[in-house]
């Protein structure tokens, strides 16, 4: 078999791998949280820990594809194409959230990243109607995860007086 280029896997490979430095410092920062009490296993750092475990694996799984997919038979055009309008996008999005998080509090901004990620994944094709719903439930459950089930405190809107 014969294989393309370093240079092109490498290109392939840029914006995984610049995911994976950023989800290895996400973690190490969650790994700083420090409770005020010991709330045992499901505590502050429970969801951002759980979360980065499933994005290295994901990230796993989409470095194996992409260095698969870039190991062609002989004669043959690979058709592994990255879109990369999506992937800025969502880095887009991601940075977004993170720096409006305690802006637009919880709900909102949370609300907003959702619908964009739903847009990013393809459901936009399914309406607008069903994407504001997916969003609604989608940040309803994890808010409900994040204040009832975790008891971790989130910041809300503040209402300008």
């Known amino acids: 078999m014969e294989q393309k280029s370093s240079k092109t896997l490498l290109l392939d490979l840029l914006m995984p791998l610049f995911l994976l ?5 996400y973690l190490f920062a969650s790994l700083q949280i420090s409770p005020q009490v010991d709330e045992g296993l499901t505590g502050p750092k429970f969801l951002p820990i759980l979360s980065t475990i ?3 694996i994901v990230l796993a799984i989409i470095i194996f594809k992409t260095i698969r997919k870039n190991r062609i038979p002989c004669g043959k055009e690979n058709d592994s194409n990255v879109d990369w309008k999506g992937i800025v996008f969502f880095v887009v999005a991601t940075a977004l959230y ?4 305690k802006v637009l ?3 909102l901004d949370s609300f907003l990243y959702v619908f964009c990620l739903l847009y990013v994944f393809g459901l936009d094709k399914c309406g607008l109607v ?3 719903a997916y969003a609604i439930a989608i940040t309803a ?3 409900f995860l994040y204040a009832f089930v975790f008891q971790v405190r989130l910041p809300m809107i503040e209402v300008l007086s």
């Open 54 to 56: 499933g994005m290295y």
């Open 141 to 143: 459950i994890f808010y």
């Open 98 to 101: 993170i720096a409006l998080f």
């Open 105 to 107: 509090g919880y709900l």
């Open 21 to 25: 430095v950023l989800t290895t410092v």
């Open 130 to 132: 069903k994407r504001v």
